[in-house]
């Protein structure tokens, strides 16, 4: 379930020059939106009532992977319509993080008005 009258969008991403600029741009696109540096850190904060519109999520970090956040989600009933960002958009788990329902796989960096669309799309 996602809230089209008040988008909320979550951005799972270690790298600070990634997020901070995706997240600011999602707040003056007139969304709410939080970063994370890790999949661990947005569990941790995770409320299943309340779950994100949408999560722009990078694939790649130290612990748990973007994939295997998806799949801890998906084996809780739990679907958020998942962008992912990647820098390897061409690895195994890009194909996987697709297998475990991500919308898109979008190449870094990326243009703020494509990801706008994309996110729109996703939330429709």
């Not at 379930?1 to 991403?13: G, S």
């Not at 007139?30 to 409320?47: I, M």
């Not at 195994?92 to 008005?113: C, F, N, Q």
Request: proline residues 6%.
């Amino acid at each position: 379930m996602t809230n089209r009258d008040n988008p909320r969008i979550v951005v799972i991403d270690d790298d600070d020059s990634v997020s901070e600029p995706i997240r600011m741009l999602m707040e003056l696109h007139g969304w709410g939106a939080k970063s994370y540096h890790s999949c661990e850190a947005f569990l941790a904060d995770f409320d299943t009532d309340d779950p994100p519109s949408c999560m722009i999520l990078d694939l790649y970090f130290p612990r748990m992977s973007g994939v295997e956040l998806q799949r801890s989600l998906v084996e809780k009933g739990i679907t958020i319509p998942t962008i992912v960002l990647t820098a390897r958009p061409d690895g195994s788990l890009a194909l996987s993080s697709v297998e475990a329902g991500a919308l898109e796989v979008i190449t870094k960096p990326v243009a703020g008005d494509q990801l706008i669309e994309k996110i729109e799309a996703a939330l429709n």
